[in-house]
Structure formats: C-alpha cells, structure tokens
C-alpha cells in the first residue's frame, strides 16, 4: 500500500504540475456595498472628467472637444450593447496601458502614471454606470487567461471582436459549415471592415494592410489541432447547433487565444493507478464521451464507431 500511496502522490503532482484545469480567471474582487459602489461612481465621475471627457465627452458619447482630432473617433462609453460585455480587467488594462496593449488604437494613451489601480477601478465603475442599456454584473464575465497562447503575427482581439461587437465565428471562420476545417478569414475578409477602421493610428492594423500590400496571408500560428490520424468535420457538428465554445472554450474572453489539449503523462499515471480523471479536451474519450452524452439526452445519434474518425 505504501508504494501504491507514493506513486499516487506522485501522479497528483505530475497532473496538477501538468495543468489540469490550468484556465486562469480573473475578476475584480468581491462586490463592494451599495453606499462603497454609490461612492465609487461618484469617486470615478470626478476622474472621469478630469482625464477623460475631453475625448470622450462630458456625457461620455466619444464627442470631445478633442475627438475631431483622432482619425478613430474614441468610443462612445454609453453605448451598452458595446461595452456591457467587455470585462473589468480588459478596461483597466486599456486605461492603464493604453489601447495598444490591447490591439487598439494608439490614440488611447496610458494613465498609469496618473492613475492608480483602485482609481481605474472607480472609473470604470462611473462607465458602468452611465451605460444604456444599463450594465448588469453578469454582463461582463472574467477574461480568461489561457495557457500555451502564442504569440502570433497581429494581435487579433476575440474579446473586442467576438465579445464586444458580438460578430459570429463563422463570419471570420466561414469554411466551418461545410468542410472539414474552420479556416482563417483571408486577408482580404479582414481588410473588408479595416480598409477603413483603425486604418490610420493602430499599429496591428498597419501590419495587416503591410500584408495586404506585399499580397501574402498572415502567417496564424496554429492553436487547435487534432493528429493527422483523426478525422473531425467541422461540418456536422456545426449542423446540430453545437457551440464553438463547448470545443475551443470561451474565446470571446480570451486576450490571446490558447489551449491546453490532448493526452498528458499525468493521466496516464493516475490512469495506471486505478483511477479515472476526467477526459481532456480533443482526446478522443474526451470527444465519446460528448457523443455518449448527446446521444442520450439529444438523441443526436452522434457516431461511436472508430471508423467514423479514423479511416
């Protein structure tokens, strides 16, 4: 017993040292009283129009007595449907970095030397709050960090792309309906919004219109991918309605897109032990036990012979 104790010790250090569950999540703290929130707005008003409505206006709808001047008007921070869904650590992050730092524009300057964090806190809270629709805490679930993220050619934002403006996946990733793969939006979908957006003062975008000039694809550093042995069809799985989110995880909170997918040494070591941990995601227990999963509850008739996938 006592050598079976130290393997298992040993494979419980090895599966958590090896990430499982290695998602960060991070949030802006406990909620704060009703008077703390009410003194806060009040608190993040007064720095709101110190440092911020000459861009963005005294009422906050990107009118300024500067914003003339910007060739991206700044954003209109009463407009609910944009900025309810955009997480409290993505706004800090662009008010003290500055836009940038998150594949904005550069007309977002960084406040960090002027502002401290609890300060950015207070200001946000005042956006919150000046919101139409009204903000709702729900509204803006955390940023998740995940692991493995490349660094790829241009900063491409999911959290403004798909979170904030809410467009579909497969408006970028179109071949998803009806191939095998999801595929990457060619230059020339992209340049279709940024011809114009952000065309003049954010430096991603200036490395996409490089691209289109010299006539080359962006060189995407590839984050999903199952091994060449395996068929998956993006196809069917589209056609039943299943969310991209239940495979690829939450991309519309994410900065930088990663993932931390198939088989480990540290399951197969808590496998050898007796015990069964949970199926990572994109092995292949991990996709039966979805198709099990729907078959009973959906009647999907989801495939569980082997040749489905390996032929």
């Not at 206006?57 to 300024?64: E, L, Q, T, V």
């Not at 904030?164 to 230059?187: K, M, N, T, W």
């Not at 496998?271 to 227990?285: I, K």
């Amino acid at each position: 017993m006592r050598g079976r104790d130290i393997l298992l010790g040993l494979a419980i250090a090895l599966a958590v040292a090896g990430g499982l569950g290695e998602s960060v999540f991070t949030s802006g703290g406990p909620p704060a009283s009703a008077d703390a929130d009410a003194h806060d707005v009040k608190a993040g008003e007064a720095l709101y129009l110190r440092y911020c409505a000459v861009c963005h206006g005294d009422a906050g709808r990107g009118d300024g007595s500067s914003a003339a001047g910007f060739a991206t008007k700044p954003a209109d921070l009463t407009d609910g449907r944009l900025m309810n869904a955009l997480p409290d650590e993505f706004l800090l992050s662009i008010i003290l970095r500055g836009g940038p730092a998150e594949g904005l524009t550069a007309g977002m300057p960084p406040f960090a030397d002027f502002l401290s964090e609890h300060q950015t806190r207070q200001l946000i809270r005042y956006v919150r709050a000046v919101a139409s629709p009204p903000f709702r805490p729900q509204m803006a679930k955390p940023l998740v960090t995940p692991p493995n993220a490349p660094r790829q050619p241009i900063l491409f934002s999911h959290v403004v792309h798909a979170g904030s403006f809410q467009i579909a996946c497969q408006y970028c990733h179109a071949d998803a309906r009806r191939s095998e793969y999801a595929g990457l939006p060619s230059v020339e979908r992209c340049m279709g919004c940024h011809k114009i957006i952000g065309a003049q003062d954010n430096p991603e975008i200036a490395k996409l219109h490089d691209y289109a000039r010299r006539g080359q694809p962006i060189p995407w550093i590839r984050v999903f991918k199952v091994p060449e042995f395996t068929v998956f069809p993006h196809k069917p799985h589209v056609r039943v309605e299943i969310a991209c989110q239940t495979c690829h995880g939450p991309i519309e909170r994410m900065r930088v897109v990663g993932a931390d997918t198939g088989p480990k040494l540290g399951d197969d070591l808590v496998r050898f032990l007796g015990f069964r941990p949970p199926a990572r995601a994109l092995t292949m227990g991990w996709c039966v036990d979805c198709h099990r999963e729907r078959n009973a509850t959906r009647g999907d008739h989801a495939p569980l012979d082997c040749v489905t996938c390996h032929h």
